[in-house]
T-cell receptor, first 114, second 110 residues
Framework: EPEVTQTPSHQVTQMGQEVILRCVPISNHLYFYWYRQILGQKVEFLVSFYNNEISEKSEIFDDQFSVERPDGSNFTLKIRSTKLEDSAMYFC????????????FGEGSWLTVV | QKEVEQNSGPLSVPEGAIASLNCTYSDRGSQSFFWYRQYSGKSPELIMSIYSNGDKEDGRFTAQLNKASQYVSLLIRDSQPSDSATYLCAVGFGSQNFVFGPGTRLSVLP
């Protein structure tokens, strides 16, 4: 069964460093998402991406964050100048169509900022 | 502000009992509704989706949707210890965004 894959599964970085989290969405899906889950808290929407541009973003997704689809398969989340409070599990997800369709999650990238 | 609310729990039920999980949402324009199960440290995995009023059954799981009351529920029949997890309600608000509730922690006691 096709799946969303994410790398790395776990990354530790020093405060102030830049981090890139990578995702390969399911191949025939059109919408891509990044969600964040701080330990013990709820899954929070960061950004959605369609047709090579951001379609919606939350107030969390400020200038510190950016997304890119550098080629036909990868979808990346860049976090510049990481802060301690950026420590969280970051989930990539994709859907064939959009909000009316099922969202499929990757296994997540656990980011620890020290 | 689009809100999805759930009781955080924990909800404890004995093995073999019915577990009932509830979710309310704020936006009457919501079109799609999902229940996910999340084990600690893992990603959410889809249990069921529901789009129209009424009940939808899949094995031991039944989702119920009432758009007039802005309410969606999940029933788990014959609960098993392996069902112990956090259950997330997610709502699609018509844009390309899904909003998740905080989750209800379910504990099924052997």
């Amino acid at each position: 069964e096709p799946e969303v894959t994410q790398t790395p599964s776990h990354q530790v970085t020093q405060m102030g460093q830049e981090v890139i989290l990578r995702c390969v969405p399911i191949s025939n899906h059109l919408y891509f998402y990044w969600y964040r889950q701080i330990l013990g808290q709820k899954v929070e929407f960061l950004v959605s991406f369609y047709n090579n541009e951001i379609s919606e973003k939350s107030e969390i997704f400020d200038d510190q964050f950016s997304v890119e689809r550098p080629d036909g398969s990868n979808f990346t989340l860049k976090i510049r100048s990481t802060k301690l409070e950026d420590s969280a599990m970051y989930f990539c997800a994709s859907t064939p169509v959009g909000a009316g369709d099922t969202i499929y999650f990757g296994e997540g990238s656990w980011l620890t900022v020290v | 502000q689009k809100e999805v609310e759930q009781n955080s729990g924990p909800l404890s039920v004995p093995e073999g009992a019915i577990a009932s999980l509830n979710c309310t949402y704020s936006d009457r324009g919501s079109q799609s509704f999902f229940w996910y199960r999340q084990y600690s440290g893992k990603s959410p995995e889809l249990i069921m989706s529901i789009y129209s009023n009424g009940d939808k059954e899949d094995g031991r799981f039944t989702a119920q949707l009432n758009k007039a009351s802005q309410y969606v529920s999940l029933l788990i029949r014959d609960s098993q210890p392996s069902d112990s997890a956090t259950y997330l309600c997610a709502v699609g608000f018509g844009s390309q965004n899904f909003v998740f509730g905080p989750g209800t922690r379910l504990s099924v006691l052997p």
